[in-house]
Every structure is written in structure tokens, then in C-alpha cells.
């Protein structure tokens, strides 16, 4: 395929510029597809030990501790996966990951539903958060390398919108079997003591089991991974199947990239300092509060508003369904993502969505000191998950997975989305081991108060380091250094 220059002359078209002419083909929707897929998973282990958690606490009699940390288990995985998965996708590519990361999630989600103690279940946990570490730049490099740019954004976000879809249905698994226990066994709660966890863990696997069929059925990698190597054949191959038409890369149609030689250390040097910045310290401060909220939604639910009910499994049953209710927002935020993505840009979102979670926790804060008062508002309650959740998913939870692959040359995308992930991460650990400890000691009110000056920290953060990718070309973020005046953040409106 060529086209005229400005002089006349036919010269072939590069990948990248095929790429943004090309519509949406198959391939692109099936990996478009895995990616999502994984990502579900995600969501669904991530937060399914949440609703889980009552009732492991009792079968394993857990101390405040080792509640902890079985719930920080599967964070600190991840902080190790993708910290060091990440690196090695740039090294190998990123479908021998994908299947990597298949596998990783089959025996882990096996191993939890099957554990025989706190510590059998903690490891297999840990394990379930590698995969998840792994996923997050295997699946942001898949995604953003293979679809044009015009869709860009949408198409990351819509994949990260199953981030919330499996917490959805991690929700509704928990409500579920909760409910199935409840007719089985209506005066008798040791049976759901027992075996209602497994149940929920086990729907885990069942899910990475389908995941694994689609993985079988679908192997691309990217052609802009292959340029980058100058491995041109390669590319050509990779780039027809995905444009569903005879592609033919050559070094005069993509020249191997400058960048092509960067390493993991570039990621700290001073020409990409402020893109390691701005994607790695706001999902940092943001994982404090998403991963501390989200993971005990249910206990918060059920610590601010039914605390009247003494009843193990209606109280877990009321929180359940509470948790499950305020889960369709996270869906609702990413939907209000998609449309104006492309529309306000990624830094405008970010920092509206910080302030807007700023304002459901201190909503949460008040709601909690009423009922500390003995006079418990759900509604108030429900009103500040809403704005959290909505918020949180309409700016940062989708943002900053964005950022994270649009900022970094192709040498080193999943490497620095790695790396942010990571640091993400240690906020996630930080929020999940630590906010159950401060629960106790300083009470919901203060938490939910301290949390929202985190998001607005967050909030300046990004507009200290703002970086606007919006309608670039992937080409063209690479090829520019950041004091350029084309990467100088535009907070403006689009006309």
C-alpha cells in the first residue's frame, strides 16, 4: 500500500499510519477480546475475598492479622508481577505473556478454593496477584500497539471497564451463594462457615477456565513489538492478520525506532522522568483509596449500616447485596469514560475524578459519624459509595491504566506500565493491610476524611505532571522529548 507525498513521490505507508486508516477487524476485537477477559478475572479475585472473608475469618479463625493479610495477598502479588513480568513482555513479546499469565491464573485460583489453611490460602493468593500483576501490561501494551488511534482510548478503557464487570459478578457470586446456603441450611451457619468461600473462589476458576479456551484459540503478537526488534518479516506476518489484508513492513516503511535500544533503567532518566512520574505516583495515591474501599466493601457496608443487624448470615447477606448494588456504578463510571475520553482528554478526567471521590469519601465520612451517633443513614451511606465509585471509574481507575501504555516508547511500554502498575500497587497494599488496622484504631469517620485528602493530593499531582496524549499517535509520543512544546499539557477544551 503507498500513497503521494507532498512532492509527488509514491513512498509506502508506515505500520502505524495503515493501522489508524484501518476499521475495526476481527483480530483486533479478539484480542481486544483476551485482553478484557483477563482483566475480568481480575476484578472478580480481586474483590470476590471481600464477600468471602466473614465467613473464612470464622471456618480458619483468623486473627485481625491474618484477615489482613489474606486480603493484602493477592495486592502484593501483583506488585511483584508486575514489576517483574512486565520487563520480561518487552523480552519475549507479549502472547508467549499472555499464555504465561493463563496458566499463572489456572493453578492460583484452583489452589485457593482448595486451601487447607490461612497460610495454604495466603500463598495461592499471593499467586492470583502475580497473574493480575502480569495482566496489567501485558493487556494495556496488547491493546493500545494493535487498535488505531482514534479509538485508542475507548478501546483501552472499554477493556479495563471489565475490571468492574468482574467485580460485579464477584458480587453477585458472593449474594448467590450466600443466598443458596441461607435455603439449604436455614438455621444452621456452619455449612456456609465451611464451604461458601470455597463456592465463591471456585467460580474463579471456572472463569480463568474460559479465559484459557479463548487464549487457545487466538495468538497474535504485535507488530509494533517486532518493528521495534527489526524483525520485519515477522511484522509483516503479525500486521496482515491483524489488518485482515497482505501488509508488507520494511525498514524504509518503519525504520527500527530510536528508543529501540532503551532498557528498563531509561524509565528514570530525565528524558522520561516525568512520564515514569505522572504514571506511576497518582495511581499510587489512587490505590490507597481504591483497593482499602473496594476490597471491604462489604464490611463497610455492613460497619456503617447495619450495624443493628446481629444475624451472621443476614447481616452478610444485606452487605452483600449493598456491595453488589454500588458495584453497577463502577460500571457506569467507565461507561461515562468511554464517551468522554476523546472528548475532555485523559488529564481533565483524571483530575475531575480525584476530586469527585474526595467527595464521596468525605460523604462516607459523614455518613459514619451519624452512625457512630446510633442514628445510621443509608441513604447517605449508598450516596457516597454512588459518587466514589462513579467517580473513581469516570477519572483516575481509567485513566491512569491509560497513561500507563500510551506514555512510554514501544522498547520499554511494558516495562514502564509495569512499573507504574507496581507502585500502584504498594499504594493498593499500603490501603488494604493498613486501613483495616486504622479502622480500628482511629474509626471509619477519620479514614474515610484522611482518604479524600489522599485523592486531592492526587488531584495536584496530575496537574503537576500532566502529560496529554489525546489524539496522538503513538509515533508521535514516542518521537517526542517532553519539553517539546507538542507534549505541553493542554487543559483546554477541545472546539
Avoid at 81 to 96: A, E, H
Avoid at 229 to 249: N, T
Wanted: hydrophobic share 50%; aromatic share 10%.
Amino acid at each position: 500500500m503507498t500513497t503521494a507525498t507532498s512532492s509527488g513521490t509514491n513512498q509506502p505507508l508506515s505500520f502505524e499510519q495503515q493501522l489508524d486508516q484501518s476499521p475495526l477487524t476481527p483480530s483486533m476485537w479478539l484480542l481486544w477480546g483476551l485482553s478484557a477477559g483477563l482483566i475480568a478475572l481480575d476484578g472478580f479475585d480481586f474483590f470476590i475475598i471481600g464477600v468471602a472473608l466473614p465467613f473464612l475469618q470464622r471456618d480458619f479463625n483468623l486473627n485481625s492479622t491474618e484477615v489482613g493479610a489474606i486480603a493484602v495477598a493477592a495486592v502484593a502479588g501483583s506488585l511483584v508481577g508486575s514489576l517483574t513480568l512486565g520487563p520480561v513482555t518487552d523480552k519475549i513479546g507479549r502472547q508467549i505473556m499472555l499464555i504465561v499469565d493463563v496458566v499463572i491464573f489456572l493453578v492460583a485460583t484452583a489452589g485457593t478454593a482448595l486451601a487447607w489453611n490461612a497460610i495454604s490460602l495466603i500463598c495461592f493468593r499471593f499467586l492470583v496477584g502475580i497473574g493480575i500483576g502480569a495482566d496489567y501490561p501485558i493487556s494495556v501494551s496488547y491493546i493500545t500497539e494493535n487498535v488505531p488511534a482514534r479509538l485508542r482510548g475507548r478501546m483501552v478503557i472499554g477493556a479495563f471497564t471489565f475490571q468492574a464487570i468482574g467485580a460485579l459478578v464477584g458480587a453477585l457470586t458472593g449474594l448467590t451463594t450466600i443466598h443458596i446456603f441461607e435455603t439449604l441450611y436455614p438455621d444452621n451457619a456452619q455449612p456456609a462457615i465451611q464451604y461458601a468461600w470455597r463456592c465463591m473462589l471456585g467460580v474463579g476458576f471456572i472463569l480463568a477456565i474460559v479465559v484459557a479456551v479463548i487464549r487457545t484459540r487466538f495468538q497474535l503478537e504485535s507488530p509494533r513489538y517486532h518493528i521495534s526488534r527489526g524483525e520485519y518479516k515477522e511484522a509483516s506476518a503479525c500486521a496482515s492478520q491483524l489488518l485482515d489484508q497482505p501488509v508488507e513492513i520494511t525498514p524504509e516503511s518503519d525504520p527500527p525506532p530510536e528508543t529501540a535500544t532503551l532498557n528498563y533503567g531509561s524509565l528514570f532518566a530525565p528524558e522520561y522522568r516525568r512520564r515514569t512520574i505522572l504514571a506511576s505516583l497518582p495511581w499510587f495515591l489512587q490505590d490507597i483509596a481504591t483497593y482499602g474501599i473496594g476490597i471491604f466493601t462489604p464490611v463497610i457496608i455492613g460497619a456503617i449500616a447495619f450495624t443493628h443487624k446481629t444475624d451472621l448470615m443476614e447481616r452478610e447477606m444485606a452487605s452483600a447485596q449493598g456491595s453488589a448494588f454500588v458495584d453497577i456504578f463502577l460500571i457506569v463510571g467507565f461507561l461515562i469514560a468511554i464517551a468522554l475520553i476523546e472528548k475532555l482528554g485523559r488529564i481533565r478526567l483524571q483530575i475531575s475524578g480525584f476530586l469527585g471521590m474526595a467527595i464521596g469519601l468525605s460523604v462516607l465520612g459523614i455518613a459514619s459519624v451519624l452512625s457512630n451517633s446510633g442514628q445510621p443513614n443509608i441513604a447517605l451511606t449508598f450516596a457516597g459509595f454512588l459518587i466514589f465509585n462513579l467517580m473513581m471509574n469516570a477519572g483516575p481507575n481509567a485513566t491512569t491504566f491509560l497513561l500507563s501504555g500510551e506514555v512510554f516508547p514501544t522498547a520499554i511500554r511494558a516495562s514502564g506500565a509495569g512499573f507504574a502498575a507496581a507502585f500502584a500497587k504498594a499504594g493498593a497494599v499500603l490501603g488494604t493491610f493498613v486501613l483495616p488496622i486504622l479502622q480500628k484504631s482511629w474509626g471509619v469517620p477519620n479514614l474515610m476524611f484522611i482518604l479524600a485528602v489522599i485523592c486531592i493530593v492526587a488531584a495536584t499531582m496530575t496537574y503537576l505532571f500532566q502529560i496529554e496524549t489525546r489524539g496522538r499517535s503513538l509515533d508521535a509520543i514516542e518521537d517526542q522529548i517532553l519539553g517539546e512544546p507538542e507534549l505541553q499539557p493542554k487543559l483546554d477544551l477541545p472546539t
